[in-house]
């Protein structure tokens, strides 16, 4: 039997955060889903806190293992189990309103020509106070930031809600990715239909170690293949943008001395593409934590009602 909403949850070791996670879920206004979690070798306690959680709670939980094969084809394996009219994902360390699922559903039922639904996103962390929101107005420009790396991405993976008949028996991520395989598939389904754009926030992210957007060498591979799949969706060669941000992330990793020394050097050295980079990402992270100030209080009431 079908439901509204399959939600897809890879996990992979978040023995910390998973019962949080699956509560956000069923504080869900939006009642009519089921929850699909792959587990994707755990080897810590995360499969026997899931087990007992979804004990005795119906088959709208479904609970799947497999060998360690990467969040993208856990994320593959749950598409394939699911049944809804649409597919969410979310990953076991981050937090949903309980309002989340329902306006994304409505947006994408009042509008056929939609494909996807996503929503600004707080990204935070656990023992900071200085949360920051990320929210887009226009698909276009994000899509085109998030390709660059000049601006934020769309939060595909824990945020993004999918017509599942845009997927078909073919579109999926693609498991050679680790840290891009939500940029690579919001791309291929902007070219099947919109995305929309919600004002109200849907996605608490929470950082934490030993999550994919600190490894370098990944990023850095993973754009490579972005590069040789998109590169003829922008009007300029994305090598350089790439680069640049591999370059300033490796440099914030070192510490802010060594960040302010790059500066200066590639201002005396004129290293356009460098500056050009460090002023996009100064002003996308100002711009967040300006929102995340503004929203400051709203977001203390969200994550004190579901962290």
Same mark, same amino acid.
């Given at each position: 039997?079908?439901?509204?909403?399959?939600?897809?949850?890879?996990?992979?070791?978040?023995?910390?955060?998973?019962?949080?996670?699956?509560?956000?879920?069923e504080?869900?206004?939006?009642?009519?889903?089921?929850?699909?979690?792959?587990?994707?070798?755990?080897?810590?306690?995360?499969?026997?806190?899931?087990?007992?959680?979804?004990?005795?709670?119906?088959?709208?939980?479904?609970?799947?293992?497999?060998?360690?094969?990467?969040?993208?084809?856990?994320?593959?394996?749950g598409?394939?189990?699911?049944?809804?009219?649409?597919?969410?994902?979310?990953?076991?360390?981050?937090?949903?309103?309980?309002?989340?699922?329902?306006?994304?559903?409505?947006?994408?039922?009042?509008?056929?020509?939609?494909?996807?639904?996503?929503?600004?996103?707080?990204?935070?962390?656990?023992?900071?106070?200085?949360?920051?929101?990320?929210?887009?107005?226009?698909?276009?420009?994000?899509?085109?930031?998030?390709?660059?790396?000049?601006?934020?991405?769309?939060?595909?993976?824990?945020?993004?809600?999918?017509?599942?008949?845009?997927?078909?028996?073919?579109?999926?991520?693609?498991?050679?990715?680790?840290?891009? *395989?939500?940029?690579?598939?919001? /791309? %291929?389904?902007?070219? @099947? #239909?919109? =995305?929309?754009?919600?004002?109200?926030?849907? +996605? &608490?992210?929470?950082?934490?170690?030993?999550?994919?957007?600190?490894?370098?060498?990944?990023?850095?591979r993973?754009?490579?293949?972005?590069?040789?799949?998109?590169?003829?969706?922008?009007?300029?060669?994305?090598?350089?943008?790439?680069?640049?941000?591999?370059?300033?992330?490796?440099?914030?990793l070192?510490?802010?001395?060594n960040?302010?020394?790059?500066?200066?050097?590639?201002?005396?050295?004129?290293?356009?593409?460098?500056?050009?980079?460090?002023? *996009?990402?100064?002003?996308?992270? /100002? %711009?967040?934590?300006? @929102? #995340?100030? =503004?929203?400051?209080i709203?977001?203390?009431k +969200? &994550?004190?009602?579901?962290?």
């Amino acid at each position: 039997m079908s439901v509204k909403v399959s939600i897809v949850i890879p996990l992979y070791n978040k023995e910390e955060y998973i019962e949080r996670v699956l509560k956000c879920i069923e504080n869900q206004s939006l009642e009519d889903w089921e929850c699909i979690i792959i587990d994707d070798g755990s080897t810590d306690n995360s499969a026997r806190i899931v087990k007992n959680y979804i004990s005795n709670r119906g088959n709208k939980w479904k609970y799947f293992h497999q060998e360690n094969r990467g969040q993208a084809a856990a994320r593959n394996i749950g598409i394939d189990l699911s049944t809804g009219e649409y597919i969410a994902f979310l990953d076991a360390d981050d937090l949903w309103p309980s309002n989340k699922l329902l306006l994304q559903y409505s947006a994408l039922e009042s509008n056929k020509s939609y494909v996807l639904a996503l929503s600004p996103f707080v990204i935070f962390e656990s023992n900071s106070n200085f949360p920051r929101l990320v929210a887009h107005s226009n698909a276009k420009k994000m899509l085109s930031g998030w390709l660059s790396m000049t601006g934020f991405g769309g939060g595909l993976e824990s945020v993004g809600l999918i017509r599942k008949s845009a997927l078909g028996t073919n579109l999926r991520f693609d498991s050679s990715l680790t840290t891009s *395989s939500g940029l690579d598939l919001a /791309l %291929k389904l902007s070219d @099947l #239909g919109g =995305i929309c754009l919600l004002k109200e926030i849907g +996605l &608490l992210y929470r950082i934490n170690d030993g999550q994919w957007h600190s490894n370098m060498g990944e990023l850095e591979r993973n754009l490579v293949i972005i590069r040789n799949i998109h590169e003829k969706r922008s009007k300029n060669s994305l090598e350089p943008s790439h680069f640049a941000y591999i370059y300033w992330a490796n440099i914030r990793l070192n510490g802010w001395r060594n960040f302010f020394k790059a500066i200066l050097k590639s201002i005396f050295y004129t290293e356009n593409f460098r500056l050009q980079m460090i002023v *996009s990402l100064v002003r996308r992270n /100002l %711009k967040a934590r300006i @929102l #995340g100030f =503004i929203n400051f209080i709203q977001i203390r009431k +969200l &994550l004190a009602k579901i962290d």
